[in-house]
């Protein structure tokens, strides 16, 4: 079975600052790969680079057999299937949470209104916020509106999406919320790539956990093998230091 | 003193007169008004596009608002209205009322420009990052997600400007239009009392207080709002 999305090589620098450096990454056809690693390591370069938000100097990126870092590729194009999930929401503080969903469906695929209406209605439905759809974000809970975040990449069909520490912005309390959410995304084929601090929650949802280390990935396997016998001394530092801090 | 000013009888006989050349200054900047809001966005999005590649357009953009932004309006209206006329070339409108609408519209986009831009700046990266992730095209992240949130933040400065505006369109007077202050200079000139200055003052004031009310306004709603996220 062919990768939904192959990184060769990626480096990538903000002006003289090395962010990564040399990644090489497979996600399967309806795979989840969680990237765990400490802050700054790279992962959410790694996963903006993906959605081509952030440029890469180096190396290759491919989606479905398609190079998307290649010269002359339609960006606008490439973004629409893969969806982005960012760490503080980003939704669109001046549109209604049904507007924040439907905005791309009908401005980039050109959907009837009606019908974007409509499948934007029956995500919401399924993500709990049927009751939501015409209040503003900031009427939202944290959780709630991490939820209206995902179901508007998922308004577009994509064929992957990314997670940015998508809990990290949230009270404790409503992290089981947006990671159901999360399991619900795996449990129903979505390839996924997710960088994450939840190490349970990796354990538990991915196939393969990369343990990402000043911009290289040092060590990736599953998860099983990752967390009971990493076999790299910064990946069992780096876990050593997690249990030691109470999660995991 | 009191009857140089106030002189009733004269303000009742010259009112009529300067309200009619008002309704002219209420004309100029209506017009001016709409192509500054449109011409002083296009200058704020040139100025705001990204990339080496782009770089003599952005330049283009600054020397347009640091030039009208630096010369006084008065010498605008002066070296357009008398200037422009004055070359008769064919097409060019001879009109001094058009050329100082025109002198308005140019200096006026330079500081409008800057408004908007400053509004443009204020909203954060990852709106735009957001965007541009759900396959929006640059053009329409910022027609959807960018200016939207940026003029609803610089409201009250922009119609701050609009107030400028509307007092500096008596400039026009300058160029021999009769608008309320050349009615009123003419006015006074041929009764040597100043009550009609005063009318006009009125008039423009009047006009003026609605608007300023209404920043006030706008201005109380932003922060409650502010206020009530936090």
Same mark, same amino acid.
């Given at each position: 079975?062919?990768?939904?999305?192959?990184?060769?090589?990626?480096?990538?620098?903000?002006?003289?600052?090395?962010?990564? =450096?040399?990644?090489?990454?497979?996600?399967?056809?309806?795979?989840?790969?969680?990237?765990?690693?400490?802050?700054?390591?790279?992962?959410?370069?790694?996963?903006?680079?993906?959605?081509?938000?952030?440029?890469?100097?180096?190396?290759?990126?491919?989606?479905?057999?398609?190079?998307?870092?290649?010269?002359?590729?339609?960006?606008? =194009?490439?973004?629409?299937?893969?969806?982005?999930?960012?760490? &503080?929401?980003?939704?669109?503080?001046?549109?209604?949470?049904? =507007?924040?969903?439907?905005?791309?469906?009908?401005?980039?695929?050109?959907?009837?209104?009606?019908?974007?209406? &409509?499948?934007?209605?029956?995500?919401?439905?399924?993500?709990?916020?049927?009751?939501?759809?015409?209040?503003?974000?900031?009427?939202?809970?944290?959780?709630?509106?991490?939820? #209206?975040?995902?179901?508007?990449?998922?308004?577009?069909?994509?064929?992957?999406?990314?997670?940015?520490?998508?809990?990290? #912005?949230?009270?404790?309390?409503?992290?089981?919320?947006?990671?159901?959410?999360?399991?619900?995304?795996? #449990?129903?084929?979505?390839?996924?790539?997710?960088?994450?601090?939840?190490? &349970?929650? #990796?354990?538990?949802? &991915?196939?393969?956990?990369?343990?990402?280390?000043?911009?290289?990935?040092?060590?990736?396997?599953?998860?099983?093998?990752?967390?009971?016998?990493?076999?790299?001394?910064?990946?069992?530092?780096?876990?050593?230091?997690?249990?030691?801090?109470?999660?995991? | 003193?009191?009857?140089?000013?106030?002189?009733?009888?004269?303000?009742?006989?010259?009112?009529?007169? @300067?309200?009619?050349?008002?309704?002219?200054?209420?004309?100029?900047?209506?017009?001016?008004?709409?192509?500054?809001?449109?011409?002083?966005?296009?200058?704020?999005?040139?100025?705001?596009?990204?990339?080496?590649?782009?770089?003599?357009?952005?330049?283009?953009?600054?020397?347009?608002?640091?030039?009208?932004?630096?010369?006084?309006?008065?010498?605008?209206?002066?070296?357009?209205?008398?200037?422009?006329?004055?070359?008769?070339?064919?097409?060019?409108?001879? +009109?001094?009322?058009?050329?100082?609408?025109?002198?308005?519209?140019?200096?006026?986009?330079?500081?409008?420009?800057?408004?908007?831009?400053?509004? @443009?700046?204020?909203?954060?990266? +990852? !709106?735009?990052?957001?965007?541009?992730?759900?396959?929006?095209? $640059?053009?329409?992240? /910022?027609?959807?997600?960018?200016?939207? !949130?940026?003029?609803?933040?610089?409201?009250?400065?922009?119609?701050?400007?609009?107030?400028?505006? !509307?007092?500096?369109?008596?400039?026009?007077?300058?160029?021999?239009?009769?608008?309320?202050? $050349?009615? +009123?200079?003419?006015?006074?000139?041929?009764?040597?009392?100043?009550?009609?200055?005063?009318?006009?003052?009125?008039?423009?004031?009047?006009?003026?207080?609605? /608007?300023?009310?209404?920043?006030?306004?706008?201005?109380?709603?932003? !922060?409650? $709002?502010?206020?009530?996220?936090?």
């Amino acid at each position: 079975m062919s990768a939904a999305l192959r990184l060769e090589g990626v480096h990538q620098s903000y002006g003289r600052e090395e962010v990564l =450096r040399g990644i090489d990454l497979e996600v399967d056809e309806h795979g989840v790969v969680c990237l765990i690693g400490a802050s700054g390591s790279g992962k959410s370069t790694l996963l903006r680079c993906v959605n081509l938000l952030e440029p890469i100097n180096r190396g290759r990126i491919v989606v479905a057999e398609e190079e998307i870092t290649a010269r002359g590729v339609d960006v606008d =194009r490439i973004r629409r299937s893969i969806g982005i999930v960012f760490q &503080a929401f980003n939704l669109f503080p001046h549109m209604t949470v049904l =507007r924040n969903v439907t905005l791309a469906p009908r401005e980039v695929l050109r959907l009837p209104a009606q019908q974007a209406r &409509a499948e934007a209605l029956e995500l919401l439905g399924r993500f709990g916020l049927a009751d939501k759809a015409d209040d503003y974000p900031d009427r939202l809970s944290g959780g709630q509106q991490q939820r #209206a975040a995902i179901v508007r990449a998922l308004a577009m069909r994509p064929r992957i999406m990314l997670l940015d520490e998508v809990t990290s #912005a949230l009270d404790p309390e409503l992290v089981g919320e947006v990671l159901g959410v999360i399991r619900e995304l795996a #449990a129903s084929g979505m390839t996924m790539l997710i960088a994450t601090h939840e190490m &349970a929650f #990796a354990r538990d949802i &991915a196939d393969r956990v990369c343990f990402l280390h000043e911009g290289v990935i040092l060590e990736q396997g599953p998860p099983e093998r990752i967390f009971q016998a990493p076999e790299h001394p910064r990946t069992q530092q780096f876990l050593q230091r997690i249990i030691e801090a109470g999660r995991l | 003193m009191r009857r140089a000013f106030f002189e009733g009888s004269l303000f009742r006989e010259s009112f009529p007169d @300067i309200a009619r050349g008002f309704l002219i200054n209420v004309r100029i900047f209506l017009v001016a008004e709409a192509f500054i809001l449109v011409f002083a966005l296009v200058i704020a999005v040139l100025r705001s596009l990204p990339g080496p590649a782009l770089f003599p357009v952005r330049l283009l953009a600054i020397a347009y608002t640091d030039f009208f932004r630096g010369v006084p309006t008065i010498l605008v209206i002066y070296i357009l209205g008398f200037g422009a006329p004055a070359l008769e070339l064919s097409g060019v409108p001879r +009109s001094t009322l058009f050329w100082g609408v025109v002198s308005l519209v140019l200096v006026y986009s330079a500081y409008v420009a800057e408004v908007y831009r400053a509004g @443009i700046d204020s909203v954060h990266p +990852s !709106q735009e990052a957001a965007a541009r992730s759900l396959g929006l095209s $640059r053009f329409k992240s /910022l027609r959807f997600v960018i200016l939207p !949130q940026a003029v609803r933040r610089v409201l009250p400065p922009l119609l701050n400007d609009f107030i400028g505006l !509307q007092k500096d369109s008596a400039l026009v007077a300058l160029l021999g239009t009769v608008e309320a202050f $050349r009615q +009123s200079q003419i006015d006074v000139a041929g009764n040597f009392n100043y009550t009609p200055y005063l009318a006009t003052a009125l008039l423009f004031v009047l006009l003026t207080i609605p /608007l300023a009310r209404l920043t006030d306004w706008l201005i109380a709603r932003d !922060q409650r $709002r502010s206020r009530g996220r936090t």
